[in-house]
C-alpha cells in the first residue's frame, strides 16, 4: 500500500535536507489534538530527560541533534526496499516536556504520553534521553495488561538495585522495575553487548534468578550477529515485544556521544545488522537512548543513532504486516 502523501516526507530532490524544520526523518509533525493523530500508526518522539543519569549528563539534548543529523535518512532501505515511509503512517509527535525539577512527574507525564497514543492505535518509537525514559514507555504500553518481551541492546543490564537506597529510579534500574512491575516477561527478555567493570553481581543475579538472558559482549563476538540473533527471536518468539536501544552498545571509537562508555563494543555495521536481524518480530516499540550531544561535538553518534532508528522503524513497519 502507499499512504496518504501527507505522510511522506519531502524527497530531498524537492528540497534540500538541509533546509527547512527539523523533524525525525522529516516527517509530518502532529503533535496532541492534531487533526489527523489518530490516523498515526507509528510515532516518532522525543523525550528530553536525563534526570536518571548517574554520570555524565547530557542526554536531554539527544532528541533535538537525532532530529537533526536525522534529516540525512531517505526513502528506501538500502538492503530490503522497504520504502516505510509510504507503508505506514509514521509522523514525528513531537517532544513530552519532562518536569527538569521532579523526577517522578517527568515520569507520570511521559507514561500518561505513551498511555494516550497506544488509545489511538499509535506505536511509539522514542528517542531519550537517558535509559530511564524506558521505564515510563513500557508503563504506557503494557500496564494493566499482558507483559512484553524485550531485546535490549547495550553494554549494561540497568537491573541494577536502588542507587544510595533511593526510590527514585535511575538510569541503572529502569528493567529491574519493569521486571518487578509486570510489565516485561523474564523468559522472553534478552540483554545482548554486557560489558565492562562492575560493582558487583547484583544484575546479574537477579537476571538469573528471574530467567532473564544476558549474552556479554565476549560471547557476542565469539559467536557473532546471525547466531546470537537467532536466539533472540527464539527466546521473543511471535507475542508482542519491545526493542530498547542504548548507544552505549556501540563502541565508543564509533559512537563516543554518551554519558558512560565501554570499551569493545561492536562496530557501526553491526550495530545496524542486529536490528536488521529482528526482521520478523513483533515489536510493537522502540527506543534510541543516551545520546549526548555534548560529549558529540561531531554529530557522529547522533546521525548513527538516527540511522539505528531508521532501522528499527523498519522492523516495526514488517511487525505491522505492511509492505511498499
Given at each position: 500500500?502507499?499512504t496518504?502523501?501527507?505522510?511522506?516526507?519531502?524527497?530531498?530532490m524537492?528540497?534540500p535536507?538541509?533546509?527547512?524544520?527539523?523533524?525525525?526523518?522529516?516527517?509530518?509533525?502532529?503533535?496532541?489534538?492534531?487533526?489527523?493523530?489518530?490516523?498515526?500508526q507509528i510515532?516518532?518522539?522525543?523525550?528530553?530527560?536525563?534526570g536518571?543519569?548517574?554520570n555524565?549528563?547530557?542526554?536531554?539534548?539527544?532528541?533535538?541533534?537525532?532530529?537533526d543529523?536525522?534529516?540525512?535518512?531517505?526513502a528506501?532501505?538500502p538492503?530490503?526496499?522497504?520504502?516505510p515511509?509510504?507503508?505506514?503512517?509514521?509522523?514525528?509527535l513531537?517532544d513530552?516536556?519532562?518536569?527538569?525539577?521532579?523526577?517522578i512527574?517527568?515520569?507520570?507525564?511521559?507514561?500518561?504520553?505513551?498511555?494516550?497514543?497506544?488509545?489511538?492505535?499509535?506505536?511509539?518509537?522514542?528517542?531519550?534521553?537517558?535509559?530511564?525514559c524506558t521505564?515510563p514507555?513500557l508503563?504506557?504500553?503494557a500496564?494493566?495488561g499482558?507483559?512484553?518481551?524485550?531485546v535490549?541492546?547495550?553494554s549494561?543490564?540497568?537491573?541494577?538495585?536502588a542507587?544510595?537506597?533511593?526510590p527514585?529510579?535511575?538510569?541503572?534500574?529502569?528493567?529491574?522495575?519493569?521486571?518487578?512491575?509486570?510489565?516485561?516477561?523474564?523468559?522472553r527478555?534478552?540483554?545482548?553487548?554486557?560489558r565492562?567493570?562492575?560493582?558487583?553481581?547484583?544484575d546479574?543475579?537477579?537476571?538469573?534468578?528471574?530467567?532473564?538472558?544476558?549474552?556479554?559482549?565476549?560471547?557476542?563476538?565469539?559467536?557473532g550477529v546471525?547466531?546470537?540473533?537467532?536466539?533472540?527471536?527464539?527466546?521473543?518468539?511471535?507475542?508482542?515485544?519491545?526493542m530498547?536501544?542504548?548507544?552505549d552498545?556501540v563502541?565508543?571509537?564509533?559512537?563516543?556521544?554518551?554519558?558512560?562508555p565501554e570499551w569493545?563494543?561492536?562496530?557501526?555495521?553491526?550495530?545496524?545488522?542486529?536490528?536488521?536481524?529482528c526482521?520478523g518480530?513483533n515489536?510493537?516499540?522502540?527506543?534510541?537512548?543516551?545520546?549526548?550531544p555534548?560529549?558529540d561535538?561531531?554529530g557522529g553518534?547522533?546521525?548513527?543513532?538516527a540511522s539505528?532508528?531508521f532501522?528499527?522503524?523498519?522492523v516495526?513497519?514488517?511487525?505491522?504486516g505492511?509492505?511498499a
Amino acid at each position: 500500500m502507499t499512504t496518504d502523501p501527507f505522510f511522506h516526507p519531502p524527497s530531498g530532490m524537492e528540497l534540500p535536507r538541509f533546509a527547512g524544520l527539523a523533524t525525525f526523518m522529516r516527517l509530518p509533525h502532529v503533535p496532541p489534538g492534531h487533526p489527523r493523530e489518530a490516523e498515526v500508526q507509528i510515532g516518532l518522539f522525543g523525550l528530553p530527560f536525563d534526570g536518571g543519569t548517574s554520570n555524565r549528563p547530557g542526554p536531554r539534548h539527544g532528541p533535538r541533534q537525532i532530529r537533526d543529523l536525522s534529516t540525512m535518512i531517505r526513502a528506501q532501505h538500502p538492503v530490503t526496499r522497504l520504502r516505510p515511509f509510504e507503508a505506514a503512517r509514521c509522523a514525528d509527535l513531537g517532544d513530552v516536556g519532562p518536569n527538569p525539577a521532579e523526577v517522578i512527574d517527568s515520569l507520570d507525564r511521559f507514561e500518561k504520553a505513551v498511555a494516550r497514543w497506544k488509545g489511538l492505535g499509535i506505536r511509539p518509537l522514542m528517542a531519550g534521553g537517558d535509559h530511564l525514559c524506558t521505564l515510563p514507555v513500557l508503563r504506557g504500553l503494557a500496564r494493566g495488561g499482558p507483559p512484553l518481551g524485550l531485546v535490549h541492546f547495550d553494554s549494561h543490564t540497568d537491573l541494577f538495585p536502588a542507587y544510595f537506597g533511593s526510590p527514585v529510579p535511575t538510569h541503572g534500574n529502569p528493567f529491574r522495575l519493569a521486571v518487578e512491575e509486570g510489565l516485561l516477561a523474564p523468559d522472553r527478555m534478552i540483554q545482548i553487548g554486557i560489558r565492562g567493570t562492575q560493582y558487583s553481581r547484583a544484575d546479574f543475579d537477579f537476571a538469573e534468578a528471574h530467567g532473564i538472558r544476558i549474552v556479554t559482549i565476549e560471547e557476542f563476538h565469539r559467536r557473532g550477529v546471525p547466531d546470537v540473533m537467532a536466539e533472540a527471536r527464539e527466546i521473543l518468539g511471535t507475542g508482542p515485544a519491545y526493542m530498547s536501544y542504548d548507544i552505549d552498545f556501540v563502541d565508543p571509537s564509533v559512537a563516543p556521544g554518551t554519558g558512560t562508555p565501554e570499551w569493545g563494543g561492536p562496530n557501526a555495521f553491526q550495530a545496524m545488522e542486529v536490528v536488521r536481524e529482528c526482521a520478523g518480530l513483533n515489536i510493537v516499540g522502540a527506543d534510541m537512548v543516551e545520546v549526548s550531544p555534548p560529549v558529540d561535538p561531531a554529530g557522529g553518534t547522533a546521525w548513527l543513532a538516527a540511522s539505528i532508528m531508521f532501522e528499527e522503524l523498519c522492523v516495526m513497519v514488517g511487525a505491522l504486516g505492511l509492505r511498499a
